[in-house]
């Protein structure tokens, strides 16, 4: 899609939570995720808050990035409907 002015509109993005806690002392814990994802070709956004860290990926990608996750060490993450509606 386009807009007006020309540019590109990215698609629908899935969003991960990543179901671990860490304290703020804990170095490369985003490194290792977007890492993992880049080296299965998924492009990232992250979004940190207090609490979580969030990764989305083009919905496309979703499985992929989630079993890059997994590799990697990261927990599978959890369905929840708040945060994705499908069963």
């Known amino acids: 899609a386009a807009r007006a002015d020309g540019r590109g509109i990215e ?4 969003v991960i939570r990543l179901e671990i806690s860490l304290s703020f002392g804990a170095p490369g814990f985003l490194a290792r995720a977007t890492s993992a994802c880049a080296e299965v070709g ?12 969030y990764v989305l990926v083009p919905e496309s990608d979703r499985k992929t990035a989630i079993d890059a996750l997994t590799r990697a060490g990261f927990p599978a993450p959890k369905r929840n409907s708040a945060h994705d509606p499908r069963p």
């Open 11 to 14: 698609g629908a993005f899935a």
């Open 42 to 53: 998924v492009n990232v956004f992250v979004l940190s808050t207090y609490s979580f860290d």
